[in-house]
């Protein structure tokens, strides 16, 4: 099929709860698909545009996002537990509640980043008293 004409289908395409584990997305053009709690584990979704992409609970463990464009993309609890995501945008991207791999910065979730290991927490401006 035409890469345009994909290009259109996915814009509208829901595949909310879609079994698409191990399938083959690399640079697929998915900006605003609807892929809530879909299952896509180990799939290659590599260069791909997720931009505005609905993956609220969606199942990425294994996945391969590298240089994926995932802008303002709502992955709200996703889990990306071993995703791969070198070079992945994830700028504007709605991260509260997702499983990210743990070499990737949580500076997008809701909590704060944990200190780096080995890194201390700042010390108290003033004493406390001890008595």
Known sequence: MENGLMSRIWSWFRADHAELEGVDLHGSDLGGANLHGAQLRNA???ETNLTGAVLTHA????????GA???LADMRGADLS???????NLEGADLRGARLPKDVPTANAAAPPAPASGAEPPAS???RDSG
Request: proline share 4%.
């Open 59 to 66: 199942d990425l463990r294994g996945a391969d996002l590298s």
């Open 125 to 127: 401006s003033s004493p």
């Open 69 to 71: 464009f995932l802008l």
């Open 82 to 88: 071993g995703a791969v995501l070198t070079g992945a």
């Open 44 to 46: 290659d979704l590599r």
